[in-house]
């Protein structure tokens, strides 16, 4: 209370005072905007970009043990760190698992979310509609250990519901194991992943059709389209650049495994089909400690991230004429 | 709309709805399956699982679960993490982004330099670990807090877009009459910045609860894990467990059934404690999804469908 008595009273004080036209240009203005400033400015230096030095660690013989202080000390090693990965047995397969989930997952959850959108939109009742958006995107707001456990439950060999039903209806002879055998890990990995975010996904290409001038569809429907014709000559091409924009962050994302997700169905046995870039870097680094390997294969992630997101948005701009930047 | 009442019509919407009850049960089920096994008695789960409603009711499980100490332990972790890092952070972003907003600030292009860079750069994992070792935040309370304090220059951009639709003359005569600028912050663009401000908590402090990555890559001790945490590791161990006993079982039968009597025995199971672990920790979720709803739905397409 005494603040605000004190502040209104200086407030007074000022206004008495002839004003300068370059309103908030003087001192005392720029100092107040400062002090909102820079506690995030140091934020963002000392938790994003001071770690950057420590990616010197994948040019370099470093030892653990020498700490922060190491990564400056220890010798150079060019490009060792990076021959080491290269020539490790793991190296491919985590490749290969890293972009077979992402682009078999990719080609799956695009089309599939955008007929659940292109369907829902089909849908008259506003209630209705609501009611199977909120049921939707509640998967999306459960952690991924709630959900991916639920899934591990679900899928379990002994009285999980998916086994028990193949079984009762004879389907299968033997209870699969989905999560202990590698040869299912793909198809959970995507499915769950497609089942936890297929509501949300469709936020975006409802918001986008949403926008779509209704006399087009008038006009489409008066030239005799029918409602299959309709989505596919009108409401396709006008989303196309949000569709386009999506592809381009699944491309540029298509190194990133959902880190979160892989770690939480993840296990010893199913290791073969699941270990991926993020996984890795995350057991050789943090479990093994060897914290060059682990810093070269993160940056190398990076590079190519960067590299697959230019390389997605020239394309775009290229064959639909719209981008991301 | 056009649109004729024809039979292909008729014949279309039907099935389009029945899609649409298929895909929500296909949600839902999940979830009534494991809240149903999780309130049954775990020796009767042998017999196979259940589908609609418990055969022998009982609460066992779900009492061993809230009873257990590193339960609550954890569940106050994630709670007390969630509501300091939700508040300050956003509070944090928005007094910086009232700042970075100012058409009069100087040295505009810096603060923008630095915001757009921290998008995109980092260190990664490795040297984000050994940045909090060097802090000393490995192992405390504080990583949980410490680094995000801060909400990120993506939600800075969010809630620019929304500051930009105050009108300047607001600004403008709280200037003229001498109003500095914490109390024009104070007293007009938080007041006006409201639902934003709700959606983007909401995000943050769904974000926060599910993590458990922090846990994992900046703690050890048991004091410190979060709620996922530590269902993430009643579900591993278990699982693991269990896929041991069926692989055993293949050339093992003898082994494999002393496992399941072990297991089987008595009204709490491995696995109805997991399914109960797993439903009580999204409990909280659940609850306040209904009044989170309409902020987050407003959040995403304030962030999105700009541009």
Same mark, same amino acid.
């Given at each position: 209370? #005494? ?67 190491? =990564? ?15 020539? @490790? ?15 078999? $997952? ?39 250990? =709630? ?10 060999? +002994? ?12 389907? =299968? ?100 089909? @699941? ?15 060897? /914290? ?34 | ?88 952070? =956003? ?7 009232? #700042? ?38 490995? +192992? ?36 003229? +009459? ?7 912050? /104070? ?11 709700? #959606? ?49 079982? #293949? +050339? ?13 025995? $008595? ?39 700009? $541009?």
């Amino acid at each position: 209370m #005494a603040q605000r008595a004190h502040e209104e009273q200086l407030s007074l004080a000022k206004t008495k005072r002839p004003k300068s036209f370059k309103l908030g240009y003087d001192f005392r203005t720029q100092m107040e905007l400062k002090f909102m400033l820079w506690p995030a400015i140091i934020l963002i230096a000392i938790f994003d970009f001071f770690p950057m030095y420590g990616l010197l660690m994948a040019f370099k013989d470093y030892d653990p043990l020498t700490g922060v202080k190491g =990564i400056f000390t220890s010798p150079w090693s060019g490009f060792e760190n990076f021959m080491v990965m290269f020539q @490790s047995f793991q190296f491919w397969p985590m490749v290969r698992n890293t972009l077979g989930i992402n682009l078999l $997952g990719n080609l799956i959850h695009v089309p599939v979310v955008l007929t659940f959108a292109l369907l829902l939109n089909e849908i008259n009742s506003s209630r209705f509609k609501s009611l199977i958006q909120t049921i939707t995107y509640l998967p999306h707001f459960l952690s991924w250990v =709630i959900f991916g456990g639920l899934f591990i439950t679900l899928l379990n060999t +002994d009285g999980g519901f998916v086994n028990y039903l193949l079984l009762k209806t004879g389907l =299968i002879d033997e209870a699969i194991q989905f999560l202990g055998d590698p040869k299912y890990f793909w198809g959970v990995a995507i499915i769950t992943n497609l089942l936890k975010e297929l509501g949300w996904g469709a936020i975006l290409y409802l918001a986008a059709i949403a926008g779509i001038d209704q006399t087009l569809y008038e006009a489409a429907a008066i030239d005799g389209a029918g409602r299959f014709k309709r989505m596919l000559h009108v409401t396709i091409p006008s989303i196309m650049p949000t569709l386009m924009i999506l592809i381009i962050f699944a491309v540029s994302g298509m190194l990133n495994n959902n880190f979160t997700q892989i770690y939480v169905l993840q296990n010893t046995l199913n290791l073969p089909a @699941s270990e991926v870039i993020d996984t890795y870097v995350y057991r050789t680094g943090l479990k093994e400690f060897q /914290f060059a390997t682990a810093t070269a294969i993160g940056l190398m992630k990076s590079v190519f991230a960067l590299l697959l997101l230019f390389g997605a948005n020239a394309l775009s701009k290229k064959l639909t004429k719209s981008g991301l930047f | 709309m056009v649109g004729g009442r024809s039979w292909s019509d008729r014949i279309f919407t039907l099935s389009n709805v029945g899609i649409m009850l298929f895909v929500m049960l296909l949600t839902v089920y999940p979830f009534w399956f494991s809240i149903v096994n999780s309130l049954n008695t775990g020796s009767d789960l042998i017999r196979g699982p259940i589908f609609v409603w418990p055969r022998e009711l009982t609460m066992a499980s779900w009492r061993t679960v809230l009873s257990d100490p590193s339960i609550l332990q954890a569940a106050w972790i994630s709670g007390s993490r969630t509501a300091i890092v939700t508040f300050v952070s =956003i509070f944090h972003t928005a007094l910086f982004t009232y #700042a970075f907003s100012r058409p009069y600030l100087k040295g505009k292009a810096f603060y923008a330099a630095v915001g757009f860079a921290s998008m995109y750069f980092g260190g990664g994992l490795i040297p984000s670990f050994m940045l909090m070792n060097w802090l000393g935040l490995y +192992d405390s309370y504080l990583v949980y807090i410490i680094p995000s304090l801060f909400a990120g220059f993506w939600n800075v951009i969010i809630i620019n877009a929304n500051y930009k639709a105050i009108p300047d003359a607001l600004f403008e005569s709280a200037k003229m +009459d001498g109003a500095n600028e914490f109390t024009i912050f /104070f007293r007009i663009v938080i007041p006006l910045s409201k639902p934003v401000l709700a #959606a983007l908590s909401v995000f943050t402090a769904v974000g926060v609860w599910n993590d458990y990555n922090a846990t994992l890559y900046f703690t050890q001790s048991t004091d410190l894990q979060t709620l996922q945490y530590l269902v993430l590791k009643l579900v591993q161990s278990t699982q693991a467990a269990a896929q041991m006993a069926s692989a055993a079982g #293949a +050339d093992n039968p003898d082994l494999a059934s002393v496992f399941s009597q072990v297991e089987g025995r $008595g009204e709490v199971t491995t696995q109805t404690l997991q399914l109960a672990s797993m439903v009580i920790a999204s409990i909280p979720m659940i609850i306040i999804y209904p009044f989170a709803q309409r902020y987050f739905i407003k959040g995403i397409l304030i962030g999105s469908v700009k $541009g």
